[in-house]
């Protein structure tokens, strides 16, 4: 019986003890759990098949980001790019918030957006065994916005998090067992806060608040990739926490709403901004995958990793000038859990040309409950159900273009921020979301 793997070369395997023992290990990953929060997976190919077999499969230079010893496993020149489109959706039904003077106020439609992911990677060997890697991308970020006025708006009206990370890597192949690999990370990340002050006081009802923050550090990876057999390959890989010491300012504005005994014109004219600083780990993440060849045709995936988003628990926000210089501006409880993600994937290719992907996956989300839900992110566990197909026009190009809708169940919320200082008091939402999210992708890829 002949097998090919992914580099495309003709070999003979043990029909079943080859196969056998990344089977009971597909088996034993298929009922944990997985990652969500505000991570993004959307980091190169691989999402028609739910992204399973991610440290593993090494099939273009996205390995960067997912394994950099799968550099090993490449030409000896390759490049890969691609873009995502991602579509959350989370609408809100009030069941009894107290919210004061915004008590009126609306369900603030839809809080999700179109966002687009880039990502982009090259990897150069300079020996058979040596090879160096760059990579590019946004391995975290959120955006939720609510239309005005909406009940929440104390607590919530806009959240924006983005980030840039830039990754140069280096692989080593042992022998043709064994290959390991690291990276450098230089992460940069900036956010965007926006609200209604107080929900207590109608002399606070016009008045807005914007926190903007920023910050670069430095991270690192590491993994290491195993051979087991020609159609068998195992990959582990680890991303560390970074550490953020962000500074920023928090500004005061109004929106011309009238307020009562000059409050507004008071407070925007003595305390309109401040510099403001706050510390944040973004969490380290661990992969264990598979990816296991059955014949010539279809090859089995699988991945199971962790992310240690405790690293989150509450950001404090910490004014540094100003007549209030030491004071806090607010804390933003997360108080975030360890989770799990669980990911099954198949490949069918229906020529030399075409291939075929299927997958489904399971996250866990970070948050707890529904007393510790944000309204800024109204996250929960969702289930991936992928499709996707791989075109190679050529032998050395390939192109592949992924689809997947991930199923979040109705999602409870019941958040309380009350306090007796009418500066800082933001109320309690109630209710629940009801929450989707649709990704569309393409990557392109090339060997030369």
């Known amino acids: 019986m002949t097998r090919y793997f992914s580099e495309g070369k003709k070999v003979m395997i043990q029909p079943f003890a080859s196969k056998m023992m ?51 496993q490449l030409q000896p020149r390759e490049v890969s790019g691609g873009l995502t489109l991602v579509r959350p959706s989370f609408k809100f039904t009030d069941q009894g918030s107290s919210v004061g003077v915004l008590g009126t106020a609306g369900n603030g439609g839809d809080a999700g957006g179109v966002a687009a ?45 983005r980030t840039i990370n830039l990754n140069p890597s280096i692989a080593y192949r042992i022998n043709d067992k064994v290959s390991i690999g690291g990276g450098l990370n230089w992460q940069r990340i900036q956010a965007d806060y926006y609200r209604q002050v107080g929900v207590a006081s ?58 009562a005994n000059g409050t507004m014109a008071a407070l925007v004219a003595g305390g309109a901004q401040s510099n403001v600083k706050a510390d944040l780990k973004v969490p380290d993440t661990f992969v264990l995958s598979v990816a296991q060849r059955l014949s010539d045709r279809w090859e089995m995936l699988g991945d199971l990793s962790w992310t240690g988003w405790s690293s989150i628990k509450t950001i404090h926000i910490v004014r540094t000038s100003g007549p209030q210089n030491g004071a806090p501006v607010q804390d933003l409880d997360a108080d ?92 309690t939402v109630i209710g629940e979301y009801d929450s989707s999210v649709w990704i569309l992708s393409a990557q392109y890829s090339l060997a030369f």
């Open 22 to 72: 990344p089977l009971l290990i597909l088996a034993a990953l298929s009922g944990t759990a997985g990652a969500s929060g505000f991570q993004l997976m959307e980091q190169g190919s691989g999402l028609g098949s739910a992204y399973a077999g991610s440290a593993a499969k090494a099939s273009d230079a996205g390995t960067i980001f997912w394994n950099p010893a799968g550099m090993t």
């Open 117 to 161: 992911i880039p990502n982009g990677y090259l990897s150069w060997g300079l020996s058979k065994d040596l090879f160096l890697g760059f990579g590019i991308g946004a391995p975290f970020g959120l955006a939720t916005k609510y239309d005005s006025p909406w009940k929440g708006s104390a607590q919530s009206d806009e959240f924006d998090i």
């Open 202 to 259: 109608p002399g606070l009802a016009g008045l807005k608040a914007h926190l903007k923050i920023d910050d670069d550090a430095w991270g690192w990876n590491v993994g290491a990739l195993f051979t087991l057999s020609p159609a068998t390959r195992i990959g582990v890989s680890y991303r560390s926490t970074i550490l953020y010491h962000t500074s920023g300012s928090s500004t005061l504005s109004s929106n011309g709403t009238p307020a």
């Open 336 to 427: 975030f859990r360890n989770t799990y993600r669980v990911a099954l994937g198949a490949n069918y290719a229906l020529s030399d040309a075409w291939k075929l992907m299927f997958g489904i996956a399971y996250d866990q989300s970070p948050v707890k409950n529904d007393n510790t839900r944000l309204v800024s992110l109204p996250d929960n566990n969702r289930t991936w159900f992928t499709l996707g197909a791989q075109w190679k026009p050529a032998k050395d190009h390939t192109l592949e273009l992924g689809a997947a809708y991930l199923h979040i169940p109705t999602t409870r919320i019941n958040n309380n921020q009350t306090t007796a200082n009418p500066l800082t008091n933001r109320g």
